[in-house]
């Protein structure tokens, strides 16, 4: 008698959860906005680079340096700790990879 309840409460909490999930959404693009959360971090420098009207020359121009150091240094480091499952090790390939990158130069 009691497993109709339980399902019907369950739909009720699982409704709850997805509506506050969905307003907690909607709220974070009205607080974000608000505070102007994209002027910090990282986002200050797009957010610079948009209103100078010059987005290729801040960001995008060095997108071959950027996708040489995920190649050179990042990638590998990534697949050791894939293969040994040691992060931390990975952690020092990577910044062995990376500090040794200027010596090829």
């Given at each position: ?29 009205a ?8 002027l ?53 390939v ?5 500090y ?6």
């Amino acid at each position: 008698m009691s497993w109709p309840a339980i399902r019907s409460d369950s739909d009720v909490l699982r409704a709850l959860v997805i509506g506050v999930g969905l307003c907690w959404s909607v709220a974070f693009v009205a607080i974000a906005l608000r505070y102007e959360l994209e002027l910090y971090a990282d986002g200050a420098m797009f957010s610079y680079a948009v209103a100078v009207q010059d987005v290729w020359a801040f960001h995008w121009h060095n997108i071959s340096g950027r996708l040489s150091v995920f190649l050179l240094s990042l990638l590998p480091a990534e697949i050791y700790v894939g293969l040994s499952g040691n992060p931390g090790a990975g952690i020092v390939v990577y910044g062995l990879l990376f500090y040794l990158a200027p010596l090829a130069d």
